[in-house]
T-cell receptor, first 110, second 114 residues
Framework: RKEVEQDPGPFNVPEGATVAFNCTYS??????FFWYRQDCRKEPKLLMS???SGNEDGRFTAQLNRASQYISLLIRDSKLSDSATYLC???????????FGGGTRVLVKP | DTAVSQTPKYLVTQMGNDKSIKCEQN?????MYWYKQDSKKFLKIMFS???????INETVPNRFSPKSPDKAHLNLHINSLELGDSAVYFC?????????????FGPGTRLTVT
């Protein structure tokens, strides 16, 4: 079983719609959680950290469920520019090595 | 100014050759990393250096040898290249122990071994 698993998609989303997807992690000792975004043929960039109480950054909302060992990302009012691969990332400790999921591809269409 | 830079951006070479990829960061970070992203898009850590000391060394063939001359540079040398080494190699840096643990990635080096 992979340490971090994601539905690879693609999620085809009409512009303006809401899309949500999850990521599961296998190591219960994981402490830090992140969503990174990777555009085609580009480097990954941090989208947001995920906190225990859940957090929101503009149109993006991240949730953490430690009991079920999954994190989620919800994108509201999708824009064409949201088309990308979203990488779920976990770490056993702050600053420790990051373990990446395989990514969920999102395609926002007009 | 580019925060994390890598050279070259593209590298095409034949099996058996030796090649190096260079990475530099101007963010003042103390930790640098090498990642490999294969054709299935999985991003896996290979090495990490903190203040020029190797702190993470994943199960990587010993044909791969990282070198950190100073904390702003982390180079990757690959001996006897194989077809399976074809991938995108990303360098990254972060400040461990700071307020944010965000890792900043370089633009990647696309290595093709023929």
């Amino acid at each position: 079983r992979k340490e971090v698993e994601q539905d690879p998609g693609p999620f085809n989303v009409p512009e303006g719609a809401t899309v949500a997807f999850n990521c599961t992690y296998s190591n219960s000792a994981s402490q830090s959680f992140f969503w990174y975004r990777q555009d085609c043929r580009k480097e990954p960039k941090l989208l947001m950290s995920v906190y225990s109480s859940g957090n929101e950054d503009g149109r993006f909302t991240a949730q953490l469920n430690r009991a079920s060992q999954y994190i989620s990302l919800l994108i509201r009012d999708s824009k064409l520019s949201d088309s990308a691969t979203y990488l779920c990332v976990v770490s056993k400790a702050a600053g420790n090595k990051l373990t990446f999921g395989g990514g969920t591809r999102v395609l926002v269409k007009p | 100014d580019t925060a994390v830079s890598q050279t070259p951006k593209y590298l095409v070479t034949q099996m058996g050759n030796d090649k190096s990829i260079k990475c530099e960061q101007n963010l003042g970070h103390d930790t640098m990393y090498w990642y490999k992203q294969d054709s299935k898009k999985f991003l896996k850590i290979m090495f990490s250096y903190n203040n020029k000391e190797l702190i993470i060394n994943e199960t990587v063939p010993n044909r791969f040898s990282p070198k950190s001359p100073d904390k702003a540079h982390l180079n990757l040398h690959i001996n006897s290249l194989e077809l399976g080494d074809s991938a995108v190699y990303f360098c990254a840096s972060s400040q461990v122990g700071g307020e944010s643990y965000e890792q900043y990635f370089g633009p990647g080096t696309r290595l093709t071994v023929t």
